[in-house]
């Protein structure tokens, strides 16, 4: 499966901004998907990740309240919906596919998923 990460550019802080992550290639309603980030220099981190169903969702604690992941399975896409931007929040956002379920002991880990979009760079300002 092939997945093309669009959505970023250049914001303020405090603005919201949505990612989109489509797929193609595949069975899309098979998969698990999830958003990542690298900012440079630091590690890649976990996001948020969303059952095949859309019906559960894991994000990390720094995550909640701002960061919302989303699904339609119809257009074969995932959405990343950032509020409250902040400049920390500058980094490319990467999109993940898993065949199957996810669980949240293991969302958070790169390793576990079976394919990667090319990346979105997400610059916000203060």
């Known amino acids: 499966v092939q997945l093309q990460a669009s959505g970023g550019g250049l914001r303020q802080a405090g603005d919201s901004l949505r990612l989109s992550c489509s797929a193609s290639?595949?069975?899309?309603?098979?998969?698990?998907m999830a958003w990542f980030r690298q900012a440079p220099g630091k590690a890649r981190e976990f996001l948020a990740a969303i059952s095949w169903s859309g019906v559960s969702t894991h994000y990390p604690d720094s995550a909640k309240g701002r960061f919302t992941i989303s699904r339609d399975n119809a257009k074969n896409t995932v959405y990343l919906q950032l509020n409250d931007l902040r400049p920390e929040d500058t980094a490319v956002y990467y999109c993940?596919?898993?065949?199957?379920?996810?669980?949240?002991?293991?969302?958070?880990?790169?390793?576990?998923?079976?394919?990667w979009g090319q990346g979105t760079l997400v610059t916000v300002s203060s």
């Open positions: 290639g595949g069975r899309f309603s098979s998969y698990a």
């Open positions: 993940g596919a898993k065949v199957g379920m996810i669980v949240s002991r293991t969302a958070a880990l790169g390793r576990v998923y079976d394919y």
